[in-house]
């Protein structure tokens, strides 16, 4: 069976918003593994990173859904152990200084993402106009970098369940479209 790994971000947890809802969604089509990070709103570099070495068993045959930090953390966990998944949904991600968070600068890799590079059908970058924390144009610079498509929400804010997103149907449709074969 296909493991399908939630990975939130900042202060976030795969079960209590719209991740959670993905993984409830999922059905007996994927294994779904939630990645938990002790005290997420602390972002401590190590703490992130070692949360993915010990909870990740499978990559190449594995498909990911990340949020934000979540998303800057996975790229990390991908650049340092050299694997690349099936398929991701990254939502909101960026690797570029975010003001009010300069925490954050800690966590990108400022190497290459070529390696990294997910040219397929099997991921893509998913960002909201109205996002008050991620521009959404840091998020499209990340899709370039990876070389896959980018969508472009009208609404959505940083997809948090305090703004009132507990559902994401747009993951779901790419998940049902792209990689149940």
């Known amino acids: 069976m296909k493991e399908l790994y939630l990975i939130d971000?900042?202060?976030?947890?795969?079960?209590?918003?719209?991740?959670?809802?993905?993984?409830?969604?999922?059905?007996?089509?994927?294994?779904?593994?939630?990645?938990?990070?002790?005290?997420p709103s602390e972002a401590v570099v190590d703490k992130f990173d070692r949360a993915l070495f010990e909870q990740?068993?499978?990559?190449?045959?594995?498909?990911?859904?990340?949020?934000?930090?979540?998303?800057?953390?996975?790229?990390?966990?991908?650049?340092n152990s050299k694997r690349r998944p099936k398929g991701i949904i990254f939502v909101s991600p960026f690797d570029q200084h975010i003001s009010e968070y300069d925490m954050f600068d800690d966590f990108f890799v400022h190497d290459s993402l070529e390696f990294v590079?997910?040219?397929?059908?099997?991921s893509i970058?998913?960002?909201?106009?109205?996002?008050?924390?991620?521009?959404?144009?840091f998020s499209q610079q990340i899709a370039k970098k990876l070389t896959?498509?980018?969508?472009?929400?009208?609404?959505?804010g940083?997809?948090?369940a305090t703004e009132g997103v507990i559902t994401l149907p747009e993951v779901m449709s790419y998940i049902n479209n792209h990689w149940k074969q």
């Not at 949020?67 to 996975?74: A, D, E, M, Q």
């Not at 998913?126 to 144009?137: A, K």
């Open 148 to 156: 896959i498509p980018f969508l472009l929400l009208p609404t959505g």
């Open 117 to 122: 590079s997910m040219t397929s059908h099997n």
């Open 9 to 39: 971000g900042y202060g976030g947890s795969p079960k209590v918003n719209w991740l959670d809802w993905v993984g409830n969604q999922i059905g007996k089509n994927f294994q779904v593994k939630k990645v938990f990070v002790a005290r």
């Open 56 to 79: 990740i068993n499978e990559v190449e045959d594995a498909y990911f859904v990340c949020h934000s930090l979540g998303c800057v953390s996975l790229l990390r966990y991908l650049i």
């Open 158 to 160: 940083h997809f948090r």
């Open 125 to 137: 970058v998913i960002s909201s106009q109205d996002d008050p924390i991620i521009p959404w144009q």
